[in-house]
């Protein structure tokens, strides 16, 4: 009886130490900053509060972009997500394998985006999955310096082109249309170098 | 129980190796002391230069801009029991932003130290 528990135990794990190379079983969380205590975002009203209540609320964010000449957006993003998951990988071929990873957690940043006029007002604040509210990961460039001059020369170019400010599209339009933030490489070592504003 | 000696140290063999853990710092901490230094109205590029040292970016807001220094630490642990894993990654930061006018004086900043609270610890800890 003994020697046929034996022999069971030790089939379960060669088994289990087989299945172990193709099959794994997960439980991971991932912790980055902590979220907002309840009822801070909703705190932050636009067209009330300003850069420096923002700030004051929930600390100093993640990314700053410029939007539009008139606008910039701070992106603020936080992640606690304890679950389940499993990796598959099914060999097809002699070199190689396939593998289903169900577990990706780093698409799972929350966050908010809030946009402020040069006033430092806030003009919107949207919150969500942060890569939704950041859709195409490449960051922002900034927009060009306003040039009258240039823009009068160019509208002479151009017959029927009015000279006049450029209606600025709703912030939250401006975000989805815009590009957004990327992650930047490490920087282990290096130096920074700084320039005056011309 | 002489036995059950070969089972119990096949299984020994299988479980002790099969953990790790491993912390993962980016840039260097930032000085909460420093950071109290800089007043919004009154500091500028140059103070902030000499107080937090170089920014790791810099973003231009039109003819303004604003500064982020950040120093990251992550510290993983893993357990790995044949067919189940168990898995914890936790990263805090120290950042701070600094926002200035076209002048280049401070108007505002914003920072928070948190980097140390990082910790080892399975997925069921709080």
């Not at chain 1, 991971?28 to 902590?34: I, K, T």
């Not at chain 1, 509060?49 to 990314?63: K, M, N, R, S």
């Not at chain 1, 160019?154 to 599209?169: I, M, Q, S, T, Y």
Request: proline fraction near 7%; charge should be negative; hydrophobic fraction near 45%.
């Amino acid at each position: 009886m003994a020697r046929r528990l034996l022999l069971d135990l030790a089939l379960a794990a060669a088994l289990a130490t087989g299945l172990g190379s193709c099959l794994t079983l997960n439980w991971s969380r991932v912790e980055f900053g902590a979220p907002p205590a309840e009822g801070e975002l909703e705190s932050l009203v636009p067209a009330e509060c300003v850069l420096e209540d923002c700030l004051a609320v929930l600390g100093p964010p993640l990314q700053v972009w410029e939007v539009t000449r008139e606008t910039y957006a701070l992106a603020y993003g936080w992640e606690d997500s304890p679950g389940w998951g499993f990796n598959l990988s099914v060999p097809v071929s002699k070199q190689f394998s396939a593998s289903l990873d169900f577990d990706d957690l780093s698409q799972r940043l929350h966050g908010a985006v809030l946009v402020f006029d040069r006033e430092h007002r806030l003009l919107s604040l949207r919150r969500g999955f942060l890569a939704e509210l950041l859709p195409d990961g490449d960051r922002r460039r900034p927009a060009p310096f306003p040039d009258p001059e240039a823009e009068e020369r160019d509208a002479r170019k151009l017959p029927g082109f009015r000279v006049g400010p450029l209606l600025e599209p709703q912030a939250a339009d401006a975000i989805a249309a815009s590009n957004s933030i990327t992650v930047l490489p490490r920087r282990e070592r290096g130096c920074g170098l700084l320039f005056p504003n011309f | 129980m002489r036995r059950r000696l070969p089972l119990l140290l096949a299984l020994a063999c299988l479980v002790t190796p099969s953990c790790f853990i491993s912390r993962t710092r980016t840039n260097s901490a930032l000085d909460a002391e420093a950071y109290a230094r800089l007043v919004p109205g009154q500091s500028t590029q140059d103070d902030v230069l000499a107080e937090l040292g170089a920014p790791v970016d810099v973003v231009q807001l039109g003819r303004r801009s604003a500064w982020r220094y950040d120093h990251t630490q992550a510290k993983d642990a893993a357990l790995f029991l044949i067919l189940v894993t168990f898995r914890n990654i936790d990263s805090d930061q120290d950042r701070v932003w600094a926002f200035f006018d076209e002048e280049g004086v401070l108007t505002h900043v914003g920072g928070t130290f948190e980097s140390d609270e990082a910790g080892y610890k399975m997925p069921w800890q709080d």
